[in-house]
């Protein structure tokens, strides 16, 4: 009965302790060109979506859960709208995306 009362103890002091332990986000990084072609950049996953604006042609989506994304390049006329899948976000990791072309 004692030993049972110390592993319950034990275990709600590991609960408790490891409630107050956060996750690091990752980020997504990437550039669009043509550079004034784009208006925002998207991260859309099952749960959550993350957006960023297009500065010059280059995008920073911050605070960004690990897991997997979907990835929108919202584009400005005559373009169209770029993507990429299954991109792979890591816990306190900045993905870099490299280049985006946009087609018209």
């Known amino acids: 009965m004692k030993n049972t009362r110390l592993a319950i103890v034990t275990i709600l002091i590991l609960l408790f302790i490891s409630s107050f332990i956060r996750f690091t986000a ?13 208006t925002r950049a998207w991260a859309v996953s099952a749960t959550d979506s993350f957006r960023s604006v297009v500065n010059e042609g280059v995008f920073v989506i911050l605070n960004v859960k690990p897991g997997n994304y979907n990835i929108l390049i919202e584009a400005k006329p005559p373009y169209k709208n770029a993507g990429r899948d299954n991109i792979l976000v890591n816990e306190g990791v900045a993905t870099d995306l490299g280049e985006i ?4």
């Open 101 to 104: 072309k946009l087609e018209r």
């Open 26 to 38: 990752g980020s997504i990084k990437g550039t669009v060109n043509p550079p004034d072609g784009a």
